[in-house]
């Protein structure tokens, strides 16, 4: 069975720093896409962040971009989001998945296929 779990959600101040892991297992990172996504209090859940483990490229969403940074370890089969200078409005539950990723000129798309469970991350002061 194909498991993603996500981990490092708290409470972090403005201007903070905070790590998200998400260590996947029943499937290898290598030549995988893994994502970031968050689901805001009664909002819709959206996009953040991606990393195509086939070439190493690496996808932000406009709001956390210069901010986030998303990357994997394959040996540990673990993908990471740091959240650099997180603001008020990114607290949210943070998600990670697996799924199949494609890009068409500057946009780009993740379709997952498996979920992790969130890892809930509140900034405040």
């Known amino acids: 069975d194909v498991q993603l779990q996500a981990s490092g959600g708290g409470l972090v101040q403005p201007g903070g720093s905070l790590r998200l892991s998400c260590t996947v297992s029943?499937?290898?990172?290598?030549?995988?896409?893994i994502g970031w996504f968050r689901q805001a209090s009664g909002k819709e859940r959206e996009r953040v962040s991606v990393?195509?483990?086939?070439?190493?490229?690496?996808y932000y969403e406009d709001s956390v971009a210069g901010r986030f940074a998303i990357s994997s370890d394959v040996a540990k089969n673990t993908v990471y989001l740091e959240m650099n200078g997180p603001k008020p409005e990114d607290t949210a539950v943070y998600y990670c998945?697996?799924?199949?990723?494609?890009?068409?000129?500057?946009?780009?798309?993740?379709?997952?296929?498996?979920w992790g469970q969130g890892t809930l991350v509140t900034v405040s002061s």
């Open positions: 998945a697996a799924g199949t990723f494609s890009t068409f000129g500057s946009s780009w798309h993740l379709r997952p296929e498996y």
């Open positions: 990393i195509n483990n086939f070439d190493g490229k690496t």
């Open positions: 029943g499937l290898t990172l290598d030549r995988r896409a």
